[in-house]
């Protein structure tokens, strides 16, 4: 169970964008406690991916712990937070310290850790770079990526007391014996930034619910909350992408992932679910969240992406080609489980999960572009398309 709170460097091809992006890509100073070197060098692999995504001016200070967790937990994040900065889009909100100092342009917290991470040292881990870990282990660098999103503001300040419901009403207590090098925030139910997109079945925001009341404890555990804004309905296809809200609410991980049902183990956006598997690894955040780190305030550099050619796969058929609005995919052999369309300059255009073998690229622009299926595995499989519109 992945619980928090509070490019790829291999053999393979890269495109590179021609484009300017304002600002500059992040980057990260990670102070590491309890490491060894290979552990060191699987987390700077993973901040160098989040710095292909990340446009920031300010470097991100991360505190990284390698230490025992309870068992069955593999990662939990401590975000260092801001309220009520100058620059802040919207008021009364709580942002990660990280995400407020990109968005004001300076560092408002001085010397505390943007993001404090422990890891557990005693998980099986796979440490390789390859997104191949065996069986029974657990691959790091997706373990890490997923706990840095957390940290950039991936989560949500929801708790349940009984059958209360609330926001900003957490507390370090809750958390003893980990602490934070940081002093705990004193939130009194404001909730935060990622909060204020949840919304219930009928459209109703969670943030407009009495907080703390019974209410807002039953939506927590409706199985039935949803992120929603205009620009993730756009990437999902005109449906609202659904959250985390089993009938058991757990501190950390209800409200602060995607559903495990509806993006299971292998779709392509089960980067930010709660629960991480055995033998699968993942080094591609995918467009829903991505989406989600671009509606609370991150500038996002869209224009990178690597394909590993050593997984050409020469059964896979693709037509027709050229095509003027619809692929079909005869890919039995690779049984792919969902995919990714990029431009000659690395952008990615269009992803999701594979359904019927079949992909609509009726608004893509005419041009080449790269169609990437991904396996169990972590394997990818590659073919250039000419759409013609």
Partial sequence: MRVFLFVIVAAGMFFSSSQQVKGQAATFDVEFIGFSAEAETAFNYATDIWSNFLISDVPIKIIAHLQPLLPGQLGITFPNGEINFDEAPYPNYWYASCLANSIAGTDLNGDDADIEIYIS?????????????????????????????????????????????????????????????FIWPELDTMPGIFDKYLEDFSGVALTTYENPSTALGDAQISNN???????????????????????????????SHWDETTYPVCSYNEFMTPKAAA???????????????????????????????????????????????????????????SYTIIDMHGKICKAGDL?????????LKSGVYVVVLKRAGGEVVWRGVNVLM
Wanted: charge should be negative; include cysteine; aromatic fraction near 12%.
């Fill in 279 to 337: 033998n699968v690894a993942d080094h591609m955040p995918g467009i829903l969240t991505l989406t989600v780190l671009e509606e609370i305030g991150w500038e996002i550099n869209y224009d990178t992406f690597q394909v590993d050619v050593i997984n050409i796969a020469p059964e896979l058929i693709i037509y027709p080609n050229p095509s003027h609005g619809q692929l079909f995919i005869d890919a039995q052999l690779i049984n792919a489980s």
């Fill in 225 to 255: 909350l949803f992120f929603d804004s205009p620009e993730i309905i756009l990437e999902n296809d005109g449906i609202r992408p659904k959250i985390y809200a089993p009938a058991t609410f757990t501190l950390g991980s209800s409200l």
């Fill in 121 to 181: 040292s005693a998980a099986n881990w796979y440490f390789g770079l390859d997104e191949n870990p065996g069986p029974g282990e657990y691959d790091f660098v997706s373990t890490v990526l997923h706990e840095i999103c957390h940290g950039l503001g991936f989560l949500s300040l929801s708790n349940k007391s009984g059958t209360e419901g609330s926001f900003g009403l957490i507390y370090a207590s809750s958390f003893f014996p980990l602490t934070t090098t």
């Fill in 355 to 363: 359904v019927n073998n079949e992909i609509n690229i009726r608004e």
